[in-house]
């Protein structure tokens, strides 16, 4: 499958089934976050991996955004040593950080999906409430959750997946 192909297929799964994700395919998934692209090489993205039922409980308790996925990532960064731009005028206090946990995350999640596996990024959620249940990452700035397994037998994308604006909106030539 080409990444055009892949892009294509990638939907938004609300619905997964309970099988677990097999340990092999979550290295590949982290491998691939690891891999990602960071300003300046930065690599400022912490990764808390939530597959045990009592870190998934502790996830659950706080918000349905995970959807019963047998895996969860909380994508997080170190402010710490983010980029910042300080030469910007226009945004003097520019962190990268965010940007950079982005990316990080649409890694691990094209490698999810190309290894046969559904992924929501998650945001619909109060990160005070997860911060409550995760004092672990109290000194990080939680970007996302990352919601993997694989689709339950009724999954399906929802009914706008395919609605994209035509490159003639998106785009200017310049």
Not at 36 to 48: E, G, V
Not at 111 to 121: R, Y
Request: charged residues 25%; glycine residues 4%; hydrophobic residues 35%.
């Amino acid at each position: 499958m080409t990444f055009l192909e892949l892009s294509k297929n990638r939907y938004s799964v609300r619905k997964f089934s309970s099988k677990p994700v097999e340990e092999e395919k979550v290295e590949k998934i982290l491998e691939a976050g690891r891999l990602a692209p960071t300003a300046k090489n930065s690599q400022s993205h912490k990764i808390f991996v939530l597959q045990s039922q009592a870190s998934l409980s502790r996830v659950r308790a706080k918000t349905k955004m995970t959807y019963d996925a047998p895996l969860v990532l909380m994508v997080c960064y170190d402010k710490k040593i983010s980029y910042k731009n300080p030469a910007d005028t226009r945004i003097p206090t520019y962190d990268g950080g965010e940007l950079d946990a982005a990316i990080v995350t649409t890694s691990m999640m094209m490698e999810a999906t190309e290894l046969g596996l559904g992924t929501l990024w998650a945001r619909g959620f109060n990160s005070q409430d997860i911060y409550d249940a995760f004092p672990e990452i109290a000194d990080y700035e939680l970007v996302c959750l990352l919601d993997i397994g694989y689709p339950a037998g009724d999954s399906e994308p929802s009914p706008r997946h395919s609605d994209r604006k035509p490159l003639s909106e998106t785009v200017v030539k310049l």
